[in-house]
């Protein structure tokens, strides 16, 4: 019965490499989000989607992309891993894009050697 | 934009109440969240208020709020081990999809 979940839970890579992250909920939300969250626990919004479509972009950089097959689903792409992308990410989402509590995911750690 | 601070720690011994502040700048802010995170967990929502609602009170939580000084308070009483976790505020104006989180309070209960 779980609401938001993630896999992996931990991810341990090498600088370079290409990873994906995936995210699905099963609540019936129209609304999903990543959120990045640095080891000072600061957390920042990265992107969200409302029925599949991108509506909030912050200024991430490009080699980060979200894809969205469904509205259940949003998965996150990292191209070309730095250093300072090792930070855990999390999913969550809510029923619209309107003022709903957010479900979040439990998290990914990414680990960027 | 919206800049919201918090305290980084704060410890009690168990019994005691809990009181975690947080202030933020944007005066239309409309929705104000307290979160929790456990240890290798997500957030998960406590508690809620509204601009228009001074304060809230749900079990052992009350969420003050004084909009003048633009300042919001968590108060857990009776604190337990198991109120041990990181709180968020977070706050979001009406205009705005996402709120904005402090960087979290982490809460110490010890015996």
């Known amino acids: 019965d779980t609401a938001v979940s993630q896999t992996p839970k931990y991810l341990v890579t090498q600088m370079g490499n290409d990873k994906s992250i995936k995210c699905e909920q099963n609540?019936?939300?129209?609304?999903m989000y990543w959120y990045k969250q640095d080891s000072k626990k600061f957390l920042k919004i990265m992107f969200s989607?409302?029925?599949?479509?991108?509506?909030i972009n912050e200024t991430v950089p490009n080699r980060f992309s979200p894809k969205s097959p469904d509205k259940a689903h949003l998965n996150l792409h990292i191209n070309s891993l730095e250093l300072g992308d090792s930070a855990v990410y999390f999913c969550?989402?809510?029923?619209?894009?309107?003022?709903?509590?957010?479900?979040f995911g439990p998290g990914t750690r990414l680990t960027v050697l | 934009g919206e800049d919201v601070e918090q305290s980084l720690f704060l410890s009690v011994r168990e019994g005691d109440s809990s009181v975690i502040n947080c202030t933020y700048t944007?005066?239309?802010?409309?929705?104000l969240y307290w979160y929790k995170q456990e240890p290798g967990a997500g957030l998960q929502l406590l508690t809620y208020?509204?601009?228009?609602?001074d304060m809230k009170q749900d079990q052992r939580l009350t969420v003050l709020l004084n909009k003048k000084d633009k300042h919001l308070s968590l108060r857990i009483a009776d604190t337990q081990t198991g109120d041990s976790a990181i709180y968020f505020c977070?706050?979001?104006?009406?205009?705005?999809?996402?709120?904005?989180f402090g960087r979290g309070t982490s809460l110490i209960v010890h015996p």
């Open positions: 969550a989402s809510s029923l619209d894009s309107g003022q709903n509590e957010q479900f």
């Open positions: 609540l019936g939300h129209d609304t």
């Open positions: 989607y409302n029925n599949k479509e991108l509506i």
């Open positions: 944007d005066s239309s802010s409309t929705y």
């Open positions: 208020i509204f601009s228009n609602m």
């Open positions: 977070a706050v979001r104006s009406g205009g705005s999809y996402i709120p904005t």
